[in-house]
């Protein structure tokens, strides 16, 4: 089993960034899909951002596209989701997950074996 722990969120002006990170330990992190997703108070989570296992191929939601950067250190295994032009919108629990098999990248929930706690990001008006 792989073990996720989201760190980097926090309260930011909207305008601002903040950068996400999730360390992956139990398993080989290059064998590993991984996925950013997210949850705002009263909404269903939804994806965010993938990456696959060499970080060469990346998918992101249109509602980030250009905001949101999604990367990858196999040598850390470590994900990492770099949020700039933050908007209020964007407040939500953010959390990782990895999925170890397939290939290049996945997008939907269920799609995923495991998942971190979560973090918050809170963007003020």
């Known amino acids: 089993q792989v073990q996720l722990v989201e760190s980097g969120g926090g309260l930011v002006q909207a305008g601002g960034s903040l950068r996400l990170s999730c360390a992956v330990s139990g398993r080989t992190f290059n064998n590993y899909l991984m996925g950013w997703f997210r949850q705002a108070p009263g909404k269903e989570r939804e994806f965010v951002a993938a990456i696959s296992r060499s970080g060469g191929s990346t998918s992101s939601a249109d509602s980030v596209k250009g905001r949101f950067t999604i990367s990858r250190d196999n040598a850390k295994n470590t994900v990492y989701l770099q949020m700039n032009s933050l908007k209020p919108e964007d407040t939500a629990v953010y959390y990782c997950?990895?999925?170890?098999?397939?290939?290049?990248?996945?997008?939907?929930?269920?799609?995923?074996?495991?998942w971190g706690q979560g973090t918050q990001v809170t963007v003020s008006s």
């Open positions: 997950a990895a999925r170890n098999s397939g290939r290049l990248y996945y997008t939907h929930e269920y799609e995923y074996d495991s």
